[in-house]
């Protein structure tokens, strides 16, 4: 079972940060791609932030400057490090495994979900104005 498992999500005012954790059996970290996601009320999923096995990364264009995903293998644990966070990152944080990571000229340019993707229960972000 590779089932990851999020934490760290919470209640901040507007240009607060919140780091979120998400452990992960070893297996999940030999994929190629892992990230994070993200589903406000009424919307539709959307990704946030992507790491590649060579540490590449890539972002969502609302988020670029202010997050950054990492990872530590030693301790089969992907973070998300939110800064400046506004009232429209209010949502549902989900870190997943495998996804798809495109690549333009070798730079790593999107990502999707990918249909074998493992899901965790996900952790709750609310930003208030």
């Known amino acids: 079972q590779v089932q990851p498992v999020e934490s760290g999500g919470g209640s901040v005012q507007s240009g607060g940060s919140l780091k979120l954790s998400c452990v992960a059996p070893?297996?999940?970290?030999?994929?190629?791609?892992v990230g994070w996601f993200r589903q406000a009320p009424g919307k539709e999923r959307e990704g946030v932030a992507a790491?590649?096995?060579?540490?590449?990364?890539n972002y969502a264009d609302s988020v670029k400057g202010r997050f950054t995903i990492s990872q530590d293998n030693a301790k089969n644990t992907l973070y998300l490090q939110m800064n400046s966070l506004k009232p429209e990152d209010t949502a549902m944080y989900y870190c997943?495994?495998?996804?798809?990571?495109?690549?333009?000229?070798?730079?790593?340019?999107?990502?999707?979900?990918?249909?074998?993707?493992?899901w965790g229960q996900g952790t709750r972000v609310t930003v208030s104005s």
């Open positions: 070893a297996d999940f970290f030999k994929y190629h791609c």
């Open positions: 790491i590649d096995s060579d540490g590449g990364t």
């Open positions: 997943t495994a495998p996804i798809n990571c495109y690549y333009k000229e070798d730079n790593f340019s999107s990502f999707s979900p990918h249909r074998d993707a493992h």
